[in-house]
């Protein structure tokens, strides 16, 4: 059985920082490219960035610069370290394995100006 399990989320004043972990189970994780999305009310869900089992990442225009993806192979564990966060940044951040239909249950950010 997939788990995906996020946290990390929370509120966070425009311009403090956050870092999202996602603990994955019954997946061979050093093989997963991973990636974090993100939703808002009214939106559909986006990519934010993406991390392959060589750690080659990419990531949304919107956050490059100021959003890392890392993974912990050891600890079955992707990461999202996100700095200078906007009130834009608000969303519901999910962790997904690409090329699946395994999804996270999501943890909220709420970034207040």
Known sequence: QVQ???SGGGLVQAGGSLR???LASGIVFSRAVLAWYRQSPGTERELVARISSRSDTNYADSVTGRFAISRDNAKNTVYLQMNSLKPEDTAVYYCYVVGTS????GTQVTVSS
């Open 4 to 6: 995906l399990v996020e």
């Open 102 to 105: 395994w999804w996270g249950q």
């Open 20 to 22: 999202l972990s996602c």
